[in-house]
């Protein structure tokens, strides 16, 4: 049953609060660990709690399904049934498994607004919840045909993944519209409907939200019917706005790199720069790329979670010539596979790093990976030879003070295999 709670708590944010809003706030001291928000989300059951851990903001899915609180999908074990119960609980005295006591309740400016600090609001503005009044819903466009809407992604999209915008499917529809998403590089179109209970759905798919605004901030994150998290949207004047915005005032479209960038912290990626780190995609998205580089034992590469599941990752590596994934958390600070050390790993390239050789329950030795779009792909292994060579050295470059041709610089085992 959801929850009917009221803006009384200190540390409640509304729906309409974005992820950087409470992030703000947060970063008002970034230092003190403990300090926190929770803000809804448009599903009545769910909740997001923001937390500053180790010098940052961190973000935890809250679910009240079932009479249970869940963090992160866990239970705790200690029979909340409000996400209230919850908040004073990890206050007063967390259980074992949460890492840091909450301290300072960060709420919402008074009034219950949530404004964009300054140095944003000449490129924002926000959007109601009922897409009403004079807020702008830059992101819908006039009725269209499928090839004209593909004309205007290949003009200005970029072939960005999560660009996207949307169209009634007619001139008088007011219940139905075309959403286009850039996804994997190419313009897909996908028909939103309102059904007789009034909750809008997506490819005949429930989203649980009863309003179009509703629905895109549904979308912005990864959900079981939506593969792809909407980000910058295009407006019906050719510009392209940053994700959050919720229209008005725009950020102008410039020539860019068609390549996915390496997801950043900020966004659950971790280790900025690692080829074999790949933001949030479902498991049989992954199945498919590594279908793709070849199903060679030992060929891996480390995904995230998802912003809304933080410091967390999927290993999908193959073993006796099939994908297999395996969950990534961490725990005092110490990285874990499958919920086991290996080693005192503090950090995800330290794990990577240690599983290039077998451990005990862990049977096969990370080789090549698969490398994140913008990234370089490790190289192929040499085929073995049909017969017996004849011993060779293999003339390394130059190395400095030694002109020795069979000695090479330093490289991971896996690239002198």
Known sequence: TPQRLTMSSAWLWPASATREDLEARLNENPSEAGRFGVRRRDVPTEFVL??????????????????VVRINKKDFGQGWSTIEEAIAALQSSPPAGWPVPLTTACGPPSGGSTKTPSSNRSSTRSTNSNGGGKARRDYMHKAMGKDAANGLADKHLESKDGRFFLRPRSDDST???????????????????????????????????????????????????????????????????????????????????????????????????????????????????MAEHGLDDGRFFVRSRGEDVSGEYIMCVVYR?????????????????????????????????????????????????????????????????????????????????????????????????
């Open 50 to 67: 923001c937390v500053n851990y180790k010098g940052r903001p961190t973000h935890h899915l809250c679910t009240t399904d079932g009479g």
């Open 175 to 289: 219940t139905e519209f075309v959403l286009l998403v850039i996804y994997r590089g190419k313009p897909t179109q996908h028909l939103v409907g309102k059904g007789d209970d009034g909750i809008f759905k997506i490819n005949n798919k429930p989203s649980g939200a009863s309003t179009i605004p509703a629905l895109i901030k549904t979308c912005r994150s990864k959900q079981p019917f939506w593969p792809v998290p909407l980000t910058e949207h295009l407006t019906p004047g050719g510009d392209v706005v940053r994700a959050g915005s919720g229209g008005g005032g725009s950020t102008r479209s410039r020539p860019a790199s068609t390549k996915r960038p390496t997801p950043s912290a900020s966004t659950g990626g971790g280790e900025r720069g690692q080829p074999w780190l790949h933001g949030a995609m479902s498991k049989g998205e992954a199945d498919a790329l």
């Open 321 to 417: 010539g099939k994908s297999t994934h395996h969950l990534i958390t961490q725990s005092d600070g110490v990285f874990l596979i499958n919920k086991q050390p290996i080693g005192n790993c503090t950090s995800l390239t330290d794990l990577v790093e240690a599983l290039r050789t077998t451990k005990p329950k862990w049977p096969v030795a990370l080789t090549n990976h698969v490398p994140a779009q913008g990234a370089i792909a490790a190289p192929a292994p040499a085929p073995a030879p049909t017969q017996k060579a004849t011993p060779v050295v293999v003339t390394a470059p130059p190395v400095a003070a030694s002109g020795q041709p069979w000695l090479h610089g330093a490289m991971s085992k896996a690239d002198a295999d």
